[in-house]
């Protein structure tokens, strides 16, 4: 698998100085990344298997100055002890005591001063105002970004001479010359070839249009992707993937991180303005959790904690949901079905809270000035009838087909261009994928106009008034009922609508498959919403025309007579649209929920769960995973997926490192070993922690030790404890023995080893070990027998297995 080159280069302790600790510990750290695949596979918790050892020459504890000043550094916490390296898992266990010792400390203190007091109450409230403040930054960000990519769309067709900052809607509004019927047609818009040739009529105005059009489609993409390639390339794609892979725990520094916000922020809007199929809903959640993690550092609580930031980060991926779509309920349920590793109660109610505030906020700036929430207000007039059943649930069939096809043709596609020069061209990529997609959509008026839109009109129900081709009905008919509107025959102009969705269709589903994954920030609900919404308008259609001359069908006839209002292609859409975010996603009650608050259509909600659910069964007949799942695993990232159960008949000593024929696990003793001999250990050796034993005869466990703070600590100590040499001796014990004469300085470090590290026996199953993993978030687990240290699993090793029984890759797991 083709990686990005350089982009573990120096960091962490490969500087050998203590401040790189410091300088890598914050997430607001950019990577420099130059390639476009990043190889994140330096650092494993797990021991090599022979012949993969690569001696690390960089770190060199020696050499550090020491201080004359006699101190026991132990006694003051040493910064940068208790953190992570990167592209690492957390210790959750560790992180959710590390809370608690705090919070049970500020509890005591409480009680002895007023100061104290306020200090309790103020940590307890800070959780509510690091939500108000997400929420008010996320939903002005995404108002900010709603109204930018608006006029940029619309600034490809034309621009608006009374005032350049309207895009097309506002500035006809404000005209003083327009039509109901022409409501889009004013004066004050003009074409490129009215600017240009001074006349809108013709061949010659049609090509210097379509010119138009697609040189600002390029300048936009080329923008996009240069702006991401140059100053931050996590700011591509979809995020989601990344944002459950740091939920779950793992480091991926500058991800989160300020460059990114802005990066991001900006080349969205351009991305979307420039046409290609994508949306902007999987990156506005990848936006709020930078907002959250930004926001996190005016915190102690939450910048000192990673497992108390990731809640923070569950609530900021609620709250970008609602921004989205307006759907501040499904942007909780989503969080908690979709991206969310760890959910505790209080999260739930912070995540409502954050995702309210941000949705009164984006309702205040009003983007679609309409003076609604919701993004496709519908309002049908015709309830849906029992056998309407049969075409929404072989919409959802359609979905499940479709979320089955993009996932593999789009992870085919991704891996070829990881493995292939294609992902050393990432501009020239954007730029043909856009060239090709402006000359497709412009002559078609369904693919030119924006994907919102064009949902949007799919999802409308047509009335006597509107001027859309799909609505172009025969209008023959007597009906005494005031207000209602019956089933009409299709006129020219639905047929020729007909045929310009079918081609928008195809167009679509192809170019969607090459399109995200790009090197610029793209989102997959809109796009796969607009598939399913242009194949539910088709069938709504035709199944109105059915009705409408063959109402005397059995089918028909016990609920649909002749002039009655029976069918309502608009809803079709709105489930067809359902099923295929289903089918891509694997999401089903947050779907259901997101899109009743999308569309305002509450009474609806049976025909899209039966489409959701009929899509999710066929799609997972077709593949277990989800498309944020498939990309997790394209990347290598250590996420273990807790709603698969694992079944097969395995025990630890089968897992565990090091097998039968291995080295013997590398170990540090309790009080034999040198400060030499741990820093010829850590130099020679590439794991992220070491077991401590008594010795190495009895092999008796006492703890474990991670290998960031043995580094840390060694270098504290060489650098403030005076006398620490290279053959001062290192103690995990509570008490050190007197010193002999004339003799260096001991060193303590019982105060970074872990006394309680999980263990379990050689014995024990497998499916157990897994279920241990997944419920406490470990990173490794110490393997014993009767007492005696016999081996280690890691995080990795867990995968891998899962992958081995899968008959899958085990070499595809990069990161633990």
């Known amino acids: 698998m083709a990686m990005w080159q350089g982009a573990m280069d120096n960091r962490g302790f490969q500087q050998g100085s203590f401040n790189s600790f410091?300088?890598?510990?914050?997430?607001?750290?950019?990577?420099?990344?130059?390639?476009?695949?990043?190889?994140?596979?330096?650092?494993?918790?797990?021991?090599?298997?022979?012949?993969?050892?690569?001696?690390?020459?960089s770190y060199n504890?020696?050499?550090?100055?020491?201080?004359?000043?006699?101190?026991?550094?132990?006694?003051?916490?040493?910064?940068?002890?208790?953190?992570?390296?990167?592209?690492?898992?957390?210790?959750?266990?560790?992180?959710?005591?590390?809370?608690?010792?705090?919070?049970?400390?500020?509890?005591?203190?409480?009680?002895?001063?007023?100061?104290?007091?306020?200090?309790?109450?103020?940590?307890?409230?800070?959780?509510?105002?690091?939500?108000?403040?997400?929420g008010l930054l996320s939903g002005s960000l995404a108002g900010?970004?709603?109204?930018?990519?608006?006029?940029?769309?619309?600034?490809?067709?034309?621009?608006?001479?009374?005032?350049?900052?309207?895009?097309?809607?506002?500035?006809?509004?404000?005209?003083?010359?327009?039509?109901?019927?022409?409501?889009?047609?004013?004066?004050?818009?003009?074409?490129?070839?009215?600017?240009?040739?001074?006349?809108?009529?013709?061949?010659?105005?049609?090509?210097?249009?379509?010119?138009?059009?697609?040189?600002?489609?390029?300048?936009?993409?080329?923008?996009?992707?240069?702006?991401?390639?140059?100053?931050?390339?996590?700011?591509?794609?979809?995020?989601?993937?990344?944002?459950?892979?740091?939920?779950?725990?793992?480091?991926?520094?500058?991800?989160?991180?300020?460059?990114?916000?802005?990066?991001?922020?900006?080349?969205?809007?351009?991305?979307?303005?420039?046409?290609?199929?994508?949306?902007?809903?999987?990156?506005?959640?990848?936006?709020?959790?930078?907002?959250?993690?930004?926001?996190?550092?005016?915190?102690?609580?939450?910048?000192?904690?990673?497992?108390?930031?990731?809640?923070?980060?569950?609530?900021?991926?609620?709250?970008?949901?609602?921004?989205?779509?307006?759907?501040?309920?499904?942007?909780?349920?989503?969080?908690?079905?979709?991206?969310?590793?760890?959910?505790?109660?209080?999260?739930?109610?912070?995540?409502?809270?954050?995702?309210?505030?941000?949705?009164?906020?984006?309702?205040?700036?009003?983007?679609?000035?309409?003076?609604?929430?919701?993004?496709?207000?519908v309002e049908f007039h015709t309830p849906w009838h029992l056998f309407e059943l049969v075409p929404f649930i072989l919409l959802g069939i359609f979905g499940g087909l479709w979320g089955a096809l993009f996932i593999r043709t789009n992870i085919a596609w991704c891996r070829k261009r990881k493995t292939t020069q294609l992902g050393k061209y990432p501009v020239i990529e954007v730029l043909v994928m856009t060239a090709i997609t402006a000359i497709l959509a412009f002559p078609n008026e369904y693919t030119r106009m924006s994907t919102s839109e064009l949902i949007s009109e799919l999802f409308n129900d047509c009335g006597l008034l509107d001027s859309s081709k799909l609505c172009d009905y025969e209008n023959r008919f007597n009906t005494s009922k005031a207000g209602e509107l019956p089933d009409r025959p299709a006129g020219v102009g639905v047929y020729s609508a007909m045929w310009q969705l079918a081609l928008t269709l195809i167009l679509k589903i192809v170019i969607t498959i090459f399109t995200f994954g790009m090197k610029i920030p793209s989102g997959l609900f809109i796009p796969s919403m607009a598939v399913g919404a242009i194949a539910g308008r088709l069938l709504g259609v035709g199944m109105e025309q059915l009705a409408y001359y063959h109402?005397?069908?059995?089918i028909f006839n016990s609920w649909c007579s002749q002039g009655a209002d029976c069918i309502t292609p608009g809803l079709y859409a709105m489930v067809g649209a359902a099923a295929c975010l289903g089918g891509v996603t694997r999401m089903t009650v947050s779907l259901v929920v997101i899109m009743f608050e999308l569309t305002g259509g509450l009474e609806y909600i049976v025909p899209l769960m039966a489409a959701a659910m009929t899509s999710k069964w066929v799609a997972d007949a077709l593949g277990r995973e989800g498309i944020y799942d498939a990309h997790i695993r394209l990347n290598g990232y250590p996420f273990l997926e807790a709603k698969e159960e694992f079944a097969h008949k395995t025990l630890a000593m089968d897992v565990m490192k090091p097998r039968r024929n291995d080295p013997?696990?590398?170990?540090?003793?309790?009080?034999?070993?040198?400060?030499?001999?741990?820093?010829?250990?850590?130099?020679?050796?590439?794991?992220?922690?070491?077991?401590?034993?008594?010795?190495?005869?009895?092999?008796?466990?006492?703890?474990?030790?991670?290998?960031?703070?043995?580094?840390?600590s060694i270098e504290n100590a060489r650098k403030k404890q005076d006398g620490v040499v290279s053959t001062s001796v290192i103690y995990f014990t509570e008490h050190s023995p007197p010193v002999p004469p004339y003799t260096p300085p001991t060193l303590k470090l019982r105060n970074i080893l872990d006394l309680s590290p999980f263990t379990v026996t050689d014995l024990t199953p497998m499916e157990i070990v897994v279920d241990i993993f997944r419920k406490l978030g470990l990173r490794q687990c110490l393997v014993t027998h009767n007492g005696r240290l016999l081996g280690i699993i890691t995080k990795k090793d867990v995968l891998k297995h899962i992958a081995q029984m899968a008959n899958q890759d085990p070499d595809s797991i990069l990161f633990n």
Not at 33 to 57: N, Q
Not at 235 to 251: D, N
Not at 551 to 554: L, P
């Open 22 to 57: 410091q300088s890598s510990s914050s997430d607001e750290d950019l990577m420099d990344i130059p390639g476009t695949a990043m190889d994140f596979s330096m650092r494993d918790d797990v021991p090599p298997l022979d012949g993969e050892i690569e001696e690390d020459k």
């Open 61 to 134: 504890g020696g050499g550090i100055g020491s201080s004359n000043r006699m101190m026991d550094f132990l006694e003051e916490p040493i910064p940068g002890v208790g953190t992570y390296d990167d592209f690492n898992t957390i210790d959750w266990v560790r992180e959710k005591s590390r809370d608690r010792d705090r919070h049970r400390e500020i509890t005591n203190k409480s009680k002895e001063s007023t100061w104290a007091l306020i200090h309790s109450v103020s940590d307890a409230f800070s959780g509510w105002l690091l939500m108000l403040l997400i």
């Open 144 to 377: 900010l970004i709603d109204i930018s990519a608006h006029w940029m769309t619309d600034l490809k067709e034309g621009i608006c001479t009374g005032g350049i900052w309207f895009n097309h809607e506002h500035c006809c509004w404000n005209s003083q010359h327009v039509t109901f019927e022409d409501r889009d047609k004013c004066p004050e818009w003009n074409s490129w070839s009215q600017l240009i040739i001074s006349t809108n009529e013709g061949a010659f105005a049609y090509i210097v249009n379509y010119f138009m059009y697609v040189l600002w489609a390029l300048l936009f993409a080329f923008l996009a992707v240069s702006l991401v390639k140059v100053f931050a390339p996590y700011a591509c794609g979809s995020g989601i993937p990344e944002i459950k892979t740091i939920l779950s725990g793992f480091i991926i520094r500058g991800y989160l991180g300020k460059w990114t916000l802005i990066i991001k922020t900006i080349t969205l809007v351009l991305a979307v303005s420039s046409g290609l199929s994508l949306g902007k809903e999987g990156p506005l959640v990848h936006v709020a959790c930078c907002c959250g993690n930004i926001l996190c550092h005016c915190f102690n609580k939450y910048r000192k904690n990673e497992a108390k930031r990731r809640e923070v980060l569950s609530a900021a991926a609620a709250a970008g949901v609602s921004v989205a779509f307006g759907a501040p309920i499904g942007g909780v349920l989503f969080s908690l079905e979709e991206v969310s590793y760890y959910f505790p109660l209080k999260t739930l109610w912070r995540s409502f809270f954050a995702a309210l505030v941000a949705a009164f906020t984006l309702r205040s700036i009003n983007p679609f000035g309409n003076s609604r929430l919701v993004l496709f207000y």
């Open 551 to 554: 109402h005397d069908w059995a």
């Open 664 to 712: 013997l696990l590398t170990v540090l003793t309790q009080d034999s070993m040198t400060v030499e001999d741990v820093e010829t250990i850590i130099s020679e050796t590439t794991y992220s922690g070491f077991p401590v034993v008594v010795s190495r005869e009895s092999q008796r466990l006492v703890g474990f030790v991670l290998r960031r703070d043995l580094i840390i």
